[in-house]
């Protein structure tokens, strides 16, 4: 007759709860387990499965690991040609958090603050950048903020406009959506929740539901079992953790921790 049996751990990123080895960019965690996790040979099956985890929706679509934090424009006095440019803060912007950084850059270098904006259009999932008389952006410097918000490389406008102001589409839709889905690897399964055919020891993929900077606490009503016969007559020590996007690329946490409770499931034949 087979009994069914399971247990459940805790899995922290925080290295005030033991977390070892912990990346410095906060996505990659090892844990030591005192007694080991093991299954006997008498054992039929096992699973495992995330039947919670918290994550911070913080992960940045703008940075200097990205190479896309360069804003730059210049300004025509009628006589001299003004150059501008900054790097913008890593982080995760929006349209409007990014608007609120165009102009604080135009106030601190003494302009009004709405000579240069960026609004979405919804129809069309573009941005459409204003550009004042005697302004422009410039798009084709290294590492310019051109590529998140859809434009290729170009002056816009192409010369100083003197006699009215310029209103442009951007190239492509916008790429503020860097990131749409979190996933959380882990050493405990070979191959876990695949994507399309592919397996990488995913154990969760998290959705996001909250605003940026906002906690995810995920809570799956039909958690996914996740094969993990390959423990039967073995065990594990030590386990590694990592914190990926929806396209597998490991993803920084800016400091915060990230969290998963596992359920183990495990049937005996007595």
Do not use: H
Request: net charge negative.
């Amino acid at each position: 007759m087979l009994i069914e049996k399971n247990f459940t751990y805790f899995f922290n990123s925080s290295t005030a709860s033991g977390a070892l080895n912990k990346s410095v960019d906060g996505s990659r965690f090892t844990v030591q387990l005192y007694s080991p996790i093991g299954f006997s040979q008498s054992t039929k099956y096992v699973s495992v499965s995330v039947i919670q985890a918290d994550v911070w929706n913080n992960g940045f679509n703008i940075s200097t690991a990205r190479a896309n934090n360069v804003w730059s424009f210049e300004q025509f006095d009628g006589a001299t040609t003004n150059v501008f440019s900054s790097n913008i803060p890593d982080g995760q912007y929006t349209v409007n958090a990014l608007q609120a950084f165009i102009t604080l850059q135009l106030i601190n270098v003494g302009f009004v603050g709405d000579e240069i904006t960026i609004t979405g259009d919804s129809s069309t999932s573009k941005i459409i950048l204003y550009v004042k008389e005697n302004f422009l952006v410039n798009f084709t410097i290294p590492n310019s903020v051109r590529g998140i918000l859809g434009f290729n490389s170009q002056l816009v406008p192409p010369v100083f406009n003197a006699v009215s102001p310029t209103y442009q589409y951007a190239d492509e839709t916008a790429n503020f959506n860097y990131i749409t889905g979190y996933q959380i690897k882990s050493s405990l399964v070979n191959d876990g929740i695949k994507t399309n055919a592919l397996g990488n020891s995913i154990i969760a993929v998290i959705p996001i539901n909250v605003a940026p900077n906002s906690q995810i606490i995920y809570t799956p009503q039909n958690p996914l079992e996740i094969d993990l016969s390959e423990l039967i007559g073995s065990n594990v020590q030590f386990i590694n953790f990592e914190l990926l996007n929806q396209d597998g690329e490991t993803i920084g946490t800016n400091g915060e921790d990230y969290t998963c409770t596992c359920r183990f499931r495990y049937w005996v034949d007595v």
